[in-house]
């Protein structure tokens, strides 16, 4: 046990930091904006290392369980840290685009920072590297839909029409999901796996030494508290943030890429391993099985904020927005289609979110 503990130093630190911060959160945000900046990066800095050990339990979780199981743990636990830390920063009274602007922030990164530089390096090492192209097909069309539902259409709806779109949102955003899960784990898990015949005698000797030392019990629990210490610190650091950035000049998307770039940032290094690793499939299911867990799960839960608090988020996207959401899903559409990447295919993608920067840093 002692040694189970030794080896989580970086959420230990996290705890730390929570303890630090809590009780000199007046302090902090009384003391100036250069100190409240400096406070918000460290608090950020903090909730990454916290994410990383929640990040890797559920990898652990993933290794235990296999594909397609282990990869929407691994999706599942970024979108319960980007839930969390959304739910805390809207509850103090964050900007009301703030839950558009992460979702959209996390689809470029996701789809265009993950998997663009993920097929951009192994490409680069690999040539074309396979994967099953039923998944990506799959992911593309739901996550077309969901985001059509939810962050198009709702530019059309009258406001005083809000609150029962809101709801039929919720519902098909549900329903959405139950239909994916069942599909995910069911008669069609296939289309999210790939078989990598070379691999299969080490990859199950692997296997089976590493059922031996996962310790269930112990990663759920790690997982659950590691959750919890990033909800604490997302509290401080939402409120350091807001006045280290208030006069500044940054563009408010900023706020957004953030709290994206914290969800995504272990799933980041998940999916270089897997791609260096000549394993695109997991590659393919972490990037888009994150954007469409990012939208079709955050949604509900926001717009369920939204009904029990009687105050509207701004969902619909601006239009260089939905351009840069078309754009990306068609290149995906059209990259993903053959069943190989290669290094053309992931700079593509990557010059996309090269892009995406560019223009939040124009205030786009």
């Not at 408010?252 to 980041?268: H, K, Q």
Request: glycine share 10%; hydrophobic share 55%.
């Amino acid at each position: 046990m002692l040694n189970a503990i030794k080896q989580e130093y970086w959420l230990l630190l996290a705890v730390l930091a929570a303890l630090i911060a809590l009780p000199m959160e007046h302090a902090l945000l009384g003391h100036g904006q250069g100190v409240a900046l400096i406070g918000a990066v460290a608090l950020i800095a903090a909730i990454v290392c916290a994410s990383l050990r929640v990040a890797h339990h559920a990898e652990q979780l993933a290794e235990r369980v296999g594909d397609p199981y282990g990869t929407m743990i691994l999706t599942l636990s970024a979108v319960l840290v980007e839930v969390v830390i959304l739910a805390i920063m809207m509850s103090n009274q964050a900007s009301p685009t703030l839950v558009r602007d992460t979702i959209y922030s996390a689809v470029m990164l996701d789809i265009n920072g993950i998997l663009g530089l993920a097929a951009l390096m192994g490409g680069l090492k690999h040539g074309e590297q396979s994967y099953n192209d039923d998944s990506a097909r799959s992911y593309s069309v739901m996550i077309l839909t969901a985001m059509g539902i939810s962050m198009v259409v709702p530019e059309f709806i009258p406001e005083a029409d809000w609150k029962a779109y809101s709801m039929f949102t919720i519902g098909a955003m549900l329903v959405l999901y139950a239909v994916f899960l069942r599909m995910q784990v069911g008669p069609h898990s296939y289309f999210f796996s790939y078989a990598y015949p070379e691999k299969k005698n080490r990859g199950g000797e692997g296997h089976g030494g590493g059922e031996e030392q996962v310790n269930v019990g112990w990663s759920i629990g790690v997982l659950v508290f590691g959750v919890i210490v990033i909800g604490v610190l997302a509290e401080v650091m939402s409120l350091a943030l807001d006045v280290g950035l208030e006069g500044t000049g940054a563009p408010p998307v900023l706020t957004a890429i953030v709290v994206a770039g914290i969800s995504a940032a272990p799933e980041i290094l998940t999916a270089l391993r897997a791609a260096l690793a000549n394993r695109m499939q997991s590659v393919v299911n972490i990037a888009l099985g994150a954007s469409l867990s990012t939208v079709i799960l955050t949604v509900p839960v926001m717009e369920a904020m939204a009904l029990y608090s009687g105050q509207p988020f701004q969902m619909a996207m601006t239009p260089v927005q939905t351009v840069m959401v078309f754009i990306t899903l068609i290149v995906c559409a059209i990259n993903l289609n053959d069943g190989e990447t290669n290094a053309i295919e992931g700079m593509t993608h990557f010059v996309l979110f090269a892009t995406f920067i560019m223009l939040a840093m124009l205030g786009l």
